[in-house]
């Protein structure tokens, strides 16, 4: 585990520009215990179902997207957190622009 500070102001300013045609995702910092990463969702773009093998949080910092969790469909909005146990299919789709961070917990 590092112990130097890790200090982001705003994070909307690590991505600068959304992709229209693409979902821009920019890992931000990673250890042995978490990585996070930050995506950029244009209106329209979707991370199809997936899962992942480690719990993972996601934390929507803008915009608006159906949030696929299982079997439930939710809408996620700035401000939404959510946490996913391991190999939970999920999928998200913005609905406006969207700037999400996810945290995958890999020290259990």
Partial sequence: MTSEIIY??????????FP?????????YQDDSIKTILFGF?????LSEHTAAVPA???FIQGEAQ???GEDVKTAQAGTWVRIPPRLPHSIHAKT???????LLLDN
């Fill in 20 to 28: 229209p045609e693409s979902i821009l995702s920019r890992t931000i």
């Fill in 42 to 46: 244009h209106p329209g773009q979707e």
């Fill in 8 to 17: 982001f102001e705003q994070l909307e300013e690590l991505i600068e520009s």
């Fill in 97 to 103: 622009k969207t700037l999400l961070l996810l945290y």
């Fill in 57 to 59: 949080l996601l934390h």
């Fill in 67 to 69: 949030l696929t969790l």
